[in-house]
Nanobody, 122 residues
């Protein structure tokens, strides 16, 4: 699985931005898609994600402002970010997870995009 993220940039506080992540390769094996972010000096953290055919989850800090979605073909995911705050400044990474193994011996395998920088200015 290969992931190509795009859409980052400079935006003023209160503005909006939409990130995209194009997936290619063995996309039929993907179980979840997600967005993570890493601010300067901080660890990478979960932003939003969904289980294919299942539920969607958001970090508390972005609930009501960010929306994760997928196109009809299923190979591009988006992160619509509204009401952006200074603290949303970070490098955003898209993630896809598959599982290897069988039965109770399933092992998660994570794939990452290259990251796209979002800078929110005052």
């Amino acid at each position: 699985v290969q992931l190509q993220a795009s859409g980052g940039g400079l935006v003023q506080a209160g503005g909006s931005l939409r990130l995209s992540c194009a997936a290619s390769g063995s996309t039929g094996n993907i179980n979840t898609f997600a967005w993570y972010r890493q601010a300067p000096g901080k660890q990478r953290g979960f932003v939003a994600g969904f289980i294919i055919g299942g539920s969607t989850h958001y970090a508390d800090s972005v609930k009501g402002r960010f929306t994760i979605s997928r196109d009809n073909a299923g190979n591009t995911i988006y992160l619509q970010m509204n009401s952006l705050k200074l603290e949303d400044t970070a490098v955003y990474y898209c993630n896809a997870r598959t599982f290897s193994g069988e039965g109770l011996d399933l092992i998660p395998v994570d794939y990452w995009g290259q990251g796209t920088l979002v800078t929110v200015s005052s």
